[in-house]
């Protein structure tokens, strides 16, 4: 018989591994391994890791980005872009976001290109980067002049299939550490050598483990559901793992830990309170679980409209001791950070000083407003969940 694990020491166990807890991470890197990935779209990165990392700023990701290269980002779990290691970009890959033929073959339909024609045009943009420093969408299209094949979308599509080929990545955005304007280079120039291919089910073992090593104890479906996926790929991923994990009971539901983290997890103390933290929208820990699975870990059941809206998305959330109570809104232009309580209200001194050390890690000093508490995203337009806050009626 599987052994008992109850929900807040699973909880308790993941807080720590992901530096949610205690003392936090010591690095970018390691907030990067603990999360399984940072997701990677500005402002996310940055104040995920700011919630890891004490001391953390702003210029710790770029450096690892921009400078050392040690982390890049790109397209991974279900297709979503986060910044990954070297090391598992092979896993990554070869067994997570849409197969390389598949995306060829639905880009060349959308832009209007024959395959041999999205090919070719992808090789001119290759060919434009080289040599040269690198250049965002429209800068590549100044290049390349007029005559391109397919629609107006051809272009920026054709860019999108290199990235998942390997072939060109992404470097430092233009404007401000909140923007998503990314100047292109090639893959050889900006990282070196090619993404070795590797066999999917190798990858898509070594990629379970290390989500594992993120979120567990976690349940088969919470497994399917972060990477992306079917059942048929996932079942027999748990099954290789063989020794390598131990099954538990979790909520009255098979799960599964890491066998090497199983003393870990028994001797935790699921009552030890964990401190507050600001987590942003998309943050690891609110998106690592199946919404039938593991988010109860996190949320109660009240509080779900109000943490995810209707398509999953996870707002940005003030954790107490791991559970979500309250949701907050940065508005860094105006040097200010707005919190709405939960019906449970919050700790204001340490949400006080979570703003300070926040704005600390992005250079701008910030004042903390309360806001009234908030009902569910569904009160507000399309998107409520990226400005929980300012866009409810």
């Not at 050889?188 to 594992?212: I, Q, S």
């Amino acid at each position: 018989m599987s052994p008992v694990v109850s929900v807040a020491r699973a909880r308790t166990h993941v807080l720590v591994k992901q530096g949610l807890a205690g003392e936090g991470l010591g690095s970018v890197l390691e907030a990067v391994a603990a999360t399984g990935g940072v997701y990677g779209t500005a402002p996310t990165c940055y104040l995920s890791c700011a919630a890891r990392v004490p001391g953390f700023r702003v210029a710790d990701l770029d450096r690892e980005l921009y400078e050392e290269r040690s982390v890049v980002r790109t397209r991974a779990m279900r297709g979503m872009a986060y910044i990954e290691p070297l090391d598992l970009l092979p896993a990554l890959f070869a067994c997570t976001g849409e197969a390389r033929d598949k995306t060829l073959v639905r880009i060349a339909k959308y832009a209007e290109m024959t395959e041999a024609e999205t090919l070719a045009l992808a090789d001119r943009i290759e060919a434009a980067l080289h040599g040269r420093e690198p250049m965002t969408v429209q800068e590549i299209r100044a290049v390349l002049g007029g005559d391109l094949p397919g629609n107006r979308n051809a272009l920026q599509m054709t860019v999108a299939l290199l990235g998942r080929y390997g072939r060109i990545v992404r470097t430092r955005a233009r404007g401000t550490w909140r923007s998503d304007l990314y100047p292109y280079a090639r893959w050889a120039d900006w990282v070196g050598a090619p993404v070795e291919d590797v066999d999917p089910a190798a990858a898509r073992v070594e990629v379970a483990r290390r989500y594992l090593r993120a979120y567990g104890p976690a349940t088969t479906d919470d497994l399917k559901w972060w990477t992306g996926w079917t059942k048929r790929d996932t079942v027999p991923t748990i099954q290789a793992l063989g020794d390598e994990i131990t099954a538990v009971s979790l909520d009255g539901g098979d799960a599964w830990v890491l066998s090497d983290e199983a003393d870990t997890l028994a001797a935790l103390d699921p009552a030890a309170g964990h401190g507050t933290r600001l987590l942003p929208v998309w943050d690891a820990y609110f998106m690592g679980y199946a919404n039938n699975g593991g988010r109860s870990r996190q949320v109660r059941e009240e509080d779900y409209p109000r943490v995810y809206d209707k398509s999953g998305n996870a707002t940005s959330v003030v954790i107490v001791d791991g559970v979500a109570a309250g949701v907050w809104e940065l508005d860094a232009d105006g040097g200010r950070i707005m919190v709405a309580p939960f019906d449970g209200g919050l700790p204001w001194d340490a949400v006080e000083a979570g703003a300070a050390a926040l704005g600390e890690a992005i250079g701008t000093a910030l004042r903390l407003e309360r806001a009234h508490v908030p009902g569910p995203l569904s009160d507000g337009p399309r998107n409520t969940f990226l400005s929980p806050i300012s866009l409810r009626p």
